[in-house]
């Protein structure tokens, strides 16, 4: 069995970070903020899943990916039910 810092290790390089900005007049900007970071995971080569109040009504998106790159976004696909959102990013692939 693998210790807690190998698993650690191993996944880290699917982790990125987001950095989202939503205009003030979108309903979730009084409750959530009009600035909001988080992270998510690759579930692929060009796709991110995270929490969908991090993207909800933004009008910019930045993706980091492990290695500090901004990514550029391709796409977004929110799961109101889920709370979940599919993140596609354009460019090399993730780790």
Known sequence: MD???VVARR?????VFLR???PAQH????VLGEERMGTG???GPHH???AHYLVLGASKLEVSGPEGRGRTVSATALDHESGLALIGLDGPPLP
């Open 11 to 15: 996944t880290a390089p699917s982790i």
């Open 41 to 43: 995971v690759a579930v």
């Open 20 to 22: 989202s900005e939503i």
């Open 3 to 5: 210790s807690p810092v």
């Open 48 to 50: 991110v899943l995270t």
């Open 27 to 30: 309903p979730s900007a009084l």
